[in-house]
């Protein structure tokens, strides 16, 4: 009873009722100016879902450097060898659909639809096939490349490797 009683003392004199004031709405700006910045802290979806797609194009591409450089170490005169690649775009999914054709008077309709999974709020399209990152371009640098006749080994195992052409591979000596 006492503290309320002095609680009731200090809010009756005016300057306690400015400071009570102040401080409220001090508060109220403090909450209002934190709602704005926790929401520049939250990451962006779609940026997320990038930087993923960079991480695994950046993974595969590391991965197949590392192999294609053990592959090519074999190759007789190569000598030591380091291989840097290039990707074209991340990982590409292929979703699975149903449709059908129909042919009538020398026109042919078709009719495209996405197979679709999942409960009644969490509808997804199916993934049929997930592709990897294509590989644009690719340098070898060895310490063998001098005599003509292994950088020709060397451009044939990687194109061949790869799947690219001979115009998209650069060999060069190591010094």
């Keep these: ?15 306690s009722a ?19 910045l926790t929401d ?4 962006d979806p779609q940026t997320q879902e990038k930087a993923e797609q960079m991480s695994q194009a950046e993974s595969y591409c590391s991965d197949t ?10 190759i007789d005169g190569a ?9 074209g775009t991340g ?5 699975a659909a149903e449709g059908r054709k129909s042919s009538q008077d020398n026109r042919t309709e078709e009719e495209k639809k996405y197979v679709m999974t999942g409960g009644s709020g969490q509808r997804e399209p199916l993934i049929e096939t997930v592709k990897a990152p294509a ?11 001098g005599d003509p006749a292994v950088e020709e080994r060397l451009y044939k195992a990687v194109a061949a490797a790869l799947g690219i ?6 060999v060069t000596k190591m010094k």
């Design 165 to 170: 052409s001979t115009a998209k591979i650069y």
């Design 65 to 74: 450097e590392e192999r294609l450089r053990d592959f090519l170490r074999h």
């Design 40 to 43: 520049r802290k939250q990451p």
């Design 18 to 36: 400015i400071a009570v004031t102040a401080l409220g709405t001090a508060g109220l700006l403090l909450i209002l100016i934190s709602s704005f």
């Design 79 to 87: 000598g030591e060898v380091e291989v840097y690649l290039t990707v």
């Design 135 to 145: 590989v644009t371009g690719a340098v070898v640098v060895c310490t063998g490349c």
């Design 91 to 95: 990982e590409r999914y292929i979703y």
């Design 1 to 15: 009873m006492k503290t309320l009683g002095k609680l009731g003392e200090l809010l009756g004199s005016r300057n």
